[in-house]
């Protein structure tokens, strides 16, 4: 598994990043032995970096790999992420430190290597940006300084003009962004999809500034299978990011990418999918989640092929225009 730098953090992740989210669901609802079994093979095939969050099954996700990473004395990179309820601003620095502290507490370590705010920023229901600069980010520098993370993070979600400031502070070292064929960003622009969010340019601005990129829903949440059928383990319906008015209308926008499969371009659907988010060299690392063993394994062959090349991208926004 290739190994890539996180932007100016110093940091070294994997290509393919571990997600043990609610969407694929296998470290929410799985059983314990294909949990372990598929934490097992993800790190026998290189994987390095693990994504979690107390949002995941009320912290279930991080519950469980507090034990199988103990279990199988595994160090990988470890992100996780703080996400406050509105009641909860009355006392953002407070809530901040609650939170992390309770992660490292299911997590059984003292430190992650990357904590990050996972709500939307200068958006309706998100962080304003002086909430951010003023409590947020001192909240998490000083449980940087304590030793309780090394690294800070956001998923860029809300205004692009709240963001883009935000990013030039130069306060933020890595940024989760929605990356996959559905929402291209600078591969090839499309109008953005989500009022006032330009993930193209947020792109862009981030990766020139040295900050890490960490590729999310790169199979825009199970659409780019090409399949409606969903695991019994993942979660029944997921909302779209920056992709589509829902997931039918991502499923039939994924399914024109089909002559791709026929015309010997990729496998599958899925493996294109992965091999599409790997592509760019910006993104650090591309998060998977997944509801099997099996579809690990999907991925982790995917990845082992490398970038697609640019007649298969071409390819893509062709069928796509």
Same mark, same amino acid.
């Given at each position: 598994?290739?190994?890539?730098?996180?932007?100016?953090?110093?940091?070294?992740?994997?290509?393919?990043?571990?997600?043990?989210?609610? !969407?694929?669901?296998?470290?929410?609802?799985?059983?314990?032995?294909?949990?372990?079994?598929?934490?097992?093979?993800?790190?026998?095939?290189?994987?390095?970096?693990?994504?979690?969050?107390?949002?995941?099954?009320d912290g279930e996700s991080e519950r469980v790999?507090?034990?199988? &990473?103990?279990?199988?004395a595994a160090k990988p990179v470890l992100g996780?992420?703080?996400?406050?309820?509105?009641?909860?601003?009355?006392?953002?620095?407070?809530?901040?430190?609650?939170?992390?502290?309770?992660?490292?507490?299911?997590?059984?370590?003292?430190?992650?290597?990357?904590?990050?705010?996972?709500?939307?920023?200068?958006?309706?229901?998100?962080?304003?940006?002086?909430?951010?600069?003023?409590?947020?980010?001192?909240?998490?520098?000083?449980?940087?300084?304590?030793?309780?993370?090394?690294?800070?993070?956001?998923?860029?979600?809300?205004?692009?003009?709240?963001?883009?400031? &935000?990013?030039?502070?130069?306060?933020?070292?890595?940024?989760?962004?929605?990356?996959?064929?559905?929402?291209?960003?600078?591969?090839?622009?499309?109008?953005?999809?989500?009022?006032?969010?330009?993930?193209?340019?947020?792109?862009?601005?981030?990766?020139?500034?040295? !900050?890490?990129?960490?590729?999310?829903r790169i199979l825009a949440a199970g659409a780019?299978?090409?399949?409606?059928?969903?695991?019994? !383990?993942?979660?029944?319906?997921?909302?779209?990011?920056?992709?589509?008015?829902?997931?039918?209308?991502?499923?039939?926008?994924?399914?024109?990418?089909?002559?791709?499969?026929?015309?010997?371009?990729?496998?599958?659907?899925?493996?294109?999918?992965?091999?599409?988010?790997?592509?760019?060299?910006?993104?650090?690392?591309?998060?998977?989640?997944?509801?099997? !063993?099996?579809?690990?394994?999907?991925?982790?062959?995917?990845?082992?092929?490398?970038?697609?090349?640019?007649?298969?991208?071409?390819?893509?926004?062709?069928?796509?225009?």
């Open positions: 598994m290739q190994q890539r730098s996180l932007g100016r953090t110093g940091l070294k992740v994997s290509a393919l990043g571990y997600g043990a989210g609610a !969407v694929g669901g296998l470290m929410v609802r799985g059983s314990e032995a294909e949990q372990e079994a598929s934490l097992a093979r993800a790190f026998a095939a290189g994987i390095t970096y693990v994504d979690t969050a107390p949002a995941y099954g790999l507090g034990r199988l &990473l103990k279990r199988l996780t992420k703080v996400r406050l309820p509105a009641a909860a601003r009355a006392d953002i620095p407070g809530a901040i430190a609650a939170s992390l502290e309770a992660s490292l507490s299911r997590l059984g370590r003292e430190q992650v290597d990357l904590f990050q705010l996972h709500d939307p920023i200068g958006s309706p229901g998100g962080y304003t940006l002086s909430q951010v600069l003023e409590e947020a980010i001192p909240a998490m520098q000083k449980l940087r300084e304590q030793g309780k993370c090394r690294v800070l993070g956001i998923t860029a979600l809300g205004d692009t003009a709240t963001l883009a400031e &935000l990013l030039g502070k130069g306060l933020i070292d890595t940024a989760q962004i929605p990356f996959n064929a559905l929402n291209p960003s600078w591969l090839a622009p499309k109008p953005a999809r989500l009022p006032g969010q330009d993930f193209a340019g947020i792109g862009r601005q981030a990766a020139a500034q040295g !900050v890490g990129l960490i590729g999310i780019l299978s090409g399949e409606e059928a969903r695991h019994p !383990v993942a979660m029944p319906k997921v909302a779209p990011i920056a992709s589509g008015a829902d997931y039918a209308a991502d499923l039939a926008e994924a399914r024109r990418l089909l002559p791709l499969v026929a015309e010997g371009h990729a496998a599958s659907l899925a493996e294109l999918a992965i091999r599409y988010a790997l592509t760019p060299p910006e993104i650090g690392t591309a998060l998977i989640g997944t509801a099997s !063993v099996e579809q690990l394994e999907v991925a982790i062959a995917a990845a082992g092929k490398g970038p697609l090349p640019a007649e298969t991208l071409a390819r893509i926004g062709a069928l796509l225009a």
